[in-house]
């Protein structure tokens, strides 16, 4: 069966520092992968997704990049963190028949 | 992009049923989903149901869906206080590979 991880679960960085969060799947191949951001408990904002190695797609312009250098890793980094950073950083996973996504437990962001 | 719409909150009482609503403006959706989030946790697949299908029930969850008016109701029969969750509706429609989600429908279960 498929999993996926995130890690770290929560982390607290001061305003300025680098940030790299880490997702994984387990037992599938060529997932898409997508970055999300929840903010304040509440709606999805989709950040990136990727296709495939390499190929990342932009949603909205930011302060965040994201990077996919394995078929089932996907990054999400910060060169320079922003308070407005802070929030629930969720990564998925499709590759169904139904383009259903399958969500990790969130790493959540305190930005101080 | 294609607009979800959910109403933000809803309270019912233990063993009521909850009825969660979302209208969506993208006719090309083949998939439309429930997702249900608990509090510090990731999203999980409630059920989903196909675009020419007008209901599905699953247990204690029925799903109407009116592809004429595009919208989509979650029914919790019986409704638990373990069912206090965030529940987002999403759509698959002309966007790329992303779904579109909801802003969510925050619902409470009091005794």
């Known amino acids: 069966s498929q999993t996926i991880h995130q890690w770290p679960a929560t982390l607290v960085q001061p305003v300025g520092s680098p940030l790299s969060l880490e997702c994984t799947v387990e037992?599938?191949?060529?997932?898409?992968l997508y970055w999300y951001r929840q903010a304040a408990g509440r709606g999805l904002q989709l950040l990136f997704y990727s296709v495939g190695i390499g190929q990342i797609s932009s949603e909205v312009p930011q302060n965040l990049s994201a990077s996919r250098p394995q078929d089932r890793q996907f990054i999400l980094s910060s060169k320079k963190l922003l308070l407005s950073d802070s929030g629930f950083y969720l990564c998925?996973?499709?590759?169904?028949?139904?383009?259903?996504?399958?969500f990790g437990p969130g790493t959540r962001l305190t930005v101080l | 992009g294609e607009d979800v719409e959910q109403s933000l909150f809803l309270s019912v009482r233990e063993g009521d049923s909850s009825v969660i609503n979302c209208t969506y403006t993208d006719s090309s959706s083949t998939y439309l989903y429930w997702y249900k989030q608990e509090p510090g946790a990731g999203l999980q697949l409630l059920t989903y149901?196909?675009?020419?299908?007008d209901m599905k029930q699953d247990q204690r969850l029925t799903v109407l869906l009116n592809k004429k008016d595009k919208h989509l109701s979650l029914r919790i029969a019986d409704t638990q206080t373990g069912d206090s969750a965030i529940y987002f509706c999403?759509?698959?429609?002309?966007?790329?590979?992303?779904?579109?989600f909801g802003k969510g429908t925050s619902l409470l279960v009091t005794p």
């Open positions: 999403a759509e698959n429609g002309n966007s790329g590979y992303a779904l579109n």
């Open positions: 149901i196909f675009s020419n299908m």
């Open positions: 037992g599938t191949s060529n997932p898409n």
């Open positions: 998925a996973w499709s590759g169904g028949a139904l383009d259903e996504q399958f």
